[in-house]
């Protein structure tokens, strides 16, 4: 199992701005999840980091959460999808086709 580093976007929009946001979207709830994998896992733990970062582009698709190196895109990303993003991509290589916005470029970049 390669180093992989995810990202999960946390970034908080105010109420009211027309724009969403994974924030608004529960995406911290998606980064707790990630990291008590982490924590509960030396395996994982040792292979992958978990960072939460500011706006990463797709906020209509939110929220949204991207696997480096293989520069895969989820979008919609709830807790309950946390495990099997875990055992079937972080562990088994395999991305979690469901949830794949874009392989690559952003979604919506060429
Ligand atoms: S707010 Fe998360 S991708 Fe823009």
């Not at 580093?5 to 998606?30: A, M």
């Not at 807790?79 to 874009?102: A, F, M, N, T, Y």
């Amino acid at each position: 199992m390669g180093f992989r580093h995810v990202f999960v976007c946390v970034n908080q929009r105010p109420p009211g701005h027309p724009q969403p946001s994974c924030g608004d979207r529960g995406s911290r709830d998606v980064l707790s999840a990630f990291m008590e994998k982490l924590q509960t896992d030396p395996e994982l733990f040792m292979s992958t980091a978990v960072t939460p970062t500011g706006c990463l582009g797709p906020c209509m698709m939110g929220p949204t959460v991207v696997v480096y190196p293989d520069a895969v895109w989820y979008g919609n990303v709830k807790p309950q999808d946390v495990d099997e993003i875990v055992e079937k991509h972080l562990k088994g290589g395999e991305p979690v086709e469901r949830l794949v916005v874009s392989k690559g470029n952003p979604p919506g970049m060429l």
